[in-house]
């Protein structure tokens, strides 16, 4: 029996949790289907989803499919939620995309198919709904061969859609050739000479899907069943088997962590190589910290099942690895994919009710960002706040709704902001020297900024000797360097640019005849630490910044007819056009739109298309703040812009000279 490592995607109300439910009950999992408006369903667990009708977190379920197993993965399809599938999308073998044969592609639909066949991974397509009014089958398959790929294989017809008695007939049409010759040299010279047989086809169908090549599209209805049974052999006949070596290096991924009833976490990992056993101690995580796995479980025709090993292939819950976050690695390390979505590009202020204690608040969203790592959390001790990055407005009703319900806290939230950065206009160099001018500090330190191309982050160089002083100084002038970034001149984190070291000197070591180290004249790291900051921000104010605000790449399709109320809407939200094509009553804008005016476009476009309209967008770039109101975000440092203030807080910190 082999595994499979399956993931269902598609665009909000798609369907997928539905499609779940009808998987599980034709594999003899559950014995009577949930639904989603009832909030009954086996995937949706958290109180919110039942309550909202989508799936906020991915859920993990287990069921056979003769003699296959497979790991079924139901992730969300609300755009604010695109962090949980990205971290999903590492440990899938394949794929269901999921299209409602009434609402058709989606822009959310759109985003996910170009990941999904940008890492390759095999995907079918399944057209949910065909049994609901304005089920659509020739226009829906047209969408797809002009808004996804045209690497598509119809696997049949519908009969009787838009009724409750549309069903599915199963069935390869003569242009599946046409398709798959596209794609093989020596299948196209066959098929152009003799032609090709149903076997022929059926194996070129079978190896292209494994290769992510094609994309065979099955048609149904999660809720009568009608295609269900063709899918489910799609699923076991075109999909590939979970690959690895139970014998090889231990190396796993993990993609979701929970917490118990007592606090505990529990995380879930793919295993790629090597098997994972109880009382293991293995390393995990950026700092290969070494934990002992106490517990195993894996999924098992729809529950999870606890186990003393679990080989490569297989999805594991373990426990006993304090600390673990999302994304990391358990024993060897993988090769990194990178990001498959953008980072979150807005930002708001979780404002406590009366009586809320605010420790306990910000507990409760650490843990919360334990579980999603891209919910960054910023803590501004001058004035009592905590921030949090986001993708959308929804996010925000989830957050608000998951403290309520799992901590018992009542917050709301201030309007939310974009998450600007600054980069570097010119090049920028300061230095202060030991016991020379107003440097309270026994360390030498000079650094010099230079501006670097868009995207390429940051870059720490060395101009000096790197054994002119101890290795650990230098390495805590590069941390330091790299938190101050943080914040920049305007408050911003600092990108794009290339800081290089180019002065050092320190106090060796000193003591007294019949004593010990004396710290008073000798460098430690806390001198290095303390005086970057400030060398850093003059060298950067030197060089000068700008603030540069995220922008979203926008497509729309509206009636033609409706570009006269559109385009002073789209001017008055600085969103640029700059393609517009007709295609008969249709026309496609695409430009950029900051940021910050998405979320309005969305709830305007509606009004302005006489609903018709359809939006998609996604973050692109960072372009210069335009106009003389320069966005600027208070600070949660020590401010090194005033020397005296930073002295002073520095001060009150480490409690005066006692350097560490």
């Not at 909202?52 to 287990?62: D, H, K, P, Q």
């Not at 755009?79 to 989606?106: H, K, N, W």
């Amino acid at each position: 029996m082999h595994l499979l490592n399956l993931g269902i995607l598609a665009h909000v109300d798609a369907g997928k949790t539905s499609l779940t439910e009808r998987l599980l009950h034709s594999a003899g999992v559950i014995d009577e289907i949930g639904s989603v408006d009832s909030g009954s369903t086996r995937t949706d667990t958290l109180a919110l989803e039942r309550q909202r009708g989508i799936t906020i977190r991915s859920a993990v379920v287990s069921f056979p499919l003769d003699d296959v197993t497979v790991n079924l993965i139901d992730t969300p399809g609300h755009p604010d939620f695109i962090a949980e599938v990205e971290r999903v999308l590492g440990v899938l073998d394949g794929a269901v995309l999921v299209v409602s044969a009434v609402e058709g592609v989606q822009a959310q639909t759109r985003v996910l198919l170009r990941t999904l066949r940008r890492l390759r991974i095999p995907t079918l397509l399944f057209v949910n709904k065909i049994d609901r009014r304005g089920a659509r089958e020739d226009d829906v398959l047209r969408a797809i061969v002009r808004r996804l790929t045209p690497a598509v294989v119809p696997m049949g017809r519908t009969r009787r859609t838009g009724t409750r008695e549309a069903r599915f007939v199963p069935g390869i049409g003569p242009a599946a050739a046409d398709v798959l010759a596209d794609h093989d040299d020596d299948l196209l010279a066959a098929y152009v000479t003799d032609g090709l047989g149903p076997g022929r086809v059926r194996a070129a169908l079978a190896d292209q899907t494994r290769r992510a090549l094609v994309h065979p599209v099955y048609f149904g209805s999660a809720i009568t069943g009608a295609g269900v049974d063709a899918l489910i052999g799609g699923i076991r006949e075109l999909l590939p088997a979970a690959g690895g070596d139970p014998d090889g290096p231990l190396s796993a991924t993990v993609f979701k962590v929970e917490r118990g009833p007592a606090g505990e976490q529990t995380a879930y990992a793919r295993v790629f190589s090597g098997t994972l056993r109880v009382r293991d101690r293995v390393p995990h995580g950026e700092a290969r910290t070494e934990g002992r796995i106490t517990a195993l479980a894996v999924f098992d025709h729809g529950t999870d099942v606890r186990v003393d090993a679990v080989p490569a292939g297989r999805i594991a819950r373990l426990w006993g690895l304090t600390g673990i976050r999302v994304g990391d690695a358990v024993g060897e390390p993988r090769e990194a994919h990178g990001r498959f979505f953008a980072p979150p590009t807005l930002e708001t202020v979780v404002v406590p009710a009366p009586g809320t204690d605010r420790g306990t608040l910000h507990l409760a969203l650490t843990r919360l960002a334990e579980q999603d790592p891209l919910i960054g959390l910023r803590h501004d001790e001058a004035r009592r706040e905590i921030s949090v990055s986001l993708y959308g407005e929804v996010q925000k009703e989830v957050v608000q709704a998951t403290l309520a319900a799992d901590f018992g806290l009542d917050v709301t939230f201030r309007e939310t902001t974009p998450l600007c950065v600054e980069r570097p206009v010119g090049t920028g160099a300061a230095v202060e020297y030991n016991k020379k001018d107003a440097n309270p500090f026994l360390a030498t330190v000079g650094l010099r900024v230079d501006p670097a191309p868009a995207g390429s982050g940051v870059d720490f160089r060395l101009e000096v000797e790197l054994g002119s002083m101890p290795y650990a100084f230098f390495k805590a002038v590069e941390d330091t360097v790299r938190e101050s970034l943080g914040q920049g001149p305007h408050g911003w984190q600092v990108t794009d640019c290339t800081v290089t070291m180019t002065h050092c000197g320190y106090s060796p070591r000193q003591s007294h005849a019949h004593q010990g180290f004396d710290k008073s004249m000798s460098s430690t790291g806390a001198d290095f630490r303390g005086l970057t900051p400030l060398v850093l921000m003059a060298a950067l104010r030197r060089a000068r910044t700008l603030v540069h605000e995220p922008m979203h790449r926008f497509r729309a399709e509206v009636p033609a007819d409706t570009l006269g109320a559109l385009l002073p809407a789209l001017a008055a939200l600085r969103a640029v056009p700059r393609t517009t094509r007709t295609h008969g009553p249709l026309c496609v804008l695409e430009g950029e739109v900051p940021a910050a005016r998405v979320h309005t476009l969305e709830q305007r476009l509606p009004g302005l298309t006489r609903g018709e309209g359809e939006l998609e967008s996604a973050f692109d770039h960072y372009a210069p703040v335009r106009g003389d109101a320069v966005p600027e975000r208070p600070r949660t440092d020590h401010n090194p812009l005033d020397r005296k203030e930073y002295l002073l807080n520095l001060t009150r910190r480490v409690g005066g000279r006692d350097r560490c």
